[in-house]
DNA sequence: CATAAATAGGACTATATTAATCCGATTTAC
DNA sequence: GTAAATCGGATTAATATAGTCCTATTTATG
């Protein structure tokens, strides 16, 4: 189970846009955290598409949040650059059932990671990380 | 950040392999659990590898756990299974110190999710599954 | 109005991992 | 001797990741 640098790349960019407070190009972002700039182009079109931040074009555009960071939650975040979290193919997404689903002994086990993970990235906020709030 | 039909197919042979408690080979377990013969002799041998179980080779010969089920964890399974636990480059294997950790923002996010799901997985054993304890 | 800075998005590539499959060798109970 | 089993190497197909590149569009500012 790895997480992808899209996720890393994505939280560091997020963290540095909630810490800006403002409008803010990619181009800035990539450059003081020292991420590819294309590939941050790509990451933050996908959160845009996700609505979790809103873009401006042009000369003195960029991104910025679409809501207080205190409103933002790692969960939402990491759902959305990782794209499913950790769910066995009986549970999440699109009732992908199966026909051992009724006694199996294993289904609690990835019901209970999931649970687990979606309740610690969901009680972080985008502004406790800015704050470099200890979590 | 998926998990692997490794780990799924993995878990679901080791708990057939608990209940069984005695030597069963995996064309048995193939079989009963219909997973695919030969990836699950790829998965025996890796589990060989790490010590979590033991094999007998020849007619009526197969695998066994090497010690009871109480005393194996679903997080060792998962680690010997996924390979790499959920952390960030700046954590976990060989020190791949990176140059931002001092002050990070993410550093925290990412270790906190490491230690929770350790923690989630490492109470958990293959008897509570074997077993089909609510956990 | 021209320009430069920015987002938007499609196409492409390279690499790695997963999820197998296949084959041949060895061991061993019967 | 044979069949059932593990062992291990090689190979393959599909998928996802991690980018890169190019073009179009928008817009503040001189
Ligand atoms: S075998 Fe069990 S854990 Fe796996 S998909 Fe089916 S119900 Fe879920
Ligand atoms: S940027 Fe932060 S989280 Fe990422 S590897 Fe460096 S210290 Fe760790």
């Known amino acids: 189970m790895r997480i992808s640098t899209r996720s890393y790349y994505g939280l ?19 450059k003081e955290e020292n991420l590819p700039y294309d590939y941050l182009q790509k990451i933050f079109q996908r959160l845009k598409k996700a609505g979790l931040i809103k873009s401006v074009k042009g000369v003195e555009g ?7 960071a205190k409103r933002i939650s790692a969960g939402q975040i990491f759902e959305i650059l990782e794209g499913r979290m950790a769910s066995a193919p009986c549970l999440g ?11 199996c002994s294993s289904r609690d086990l990835w019901q209970k990671l999931e649970t687990t993970i979606n309740q610690a990235l969901g009680s972080i906020t985008l502004a406790d990380l800015a704050a470099n709030k200890k979590v």
Request: hydrophobic share 35%; proline share 5%.
């Open 62 to 68: 960029g991104y910025l949040l679409s809501r207080p």
């Open 12 to 30: 560091r960019a997020l963290v540095h846009l909630a810490k800006e407070r403002r409008i803010c190009p990619t181009s800035k972002i990539a």
């Open 93 to 103: 997404f699109g009732q992908l059932s199966c026909s051992r689903a009724r006694g």
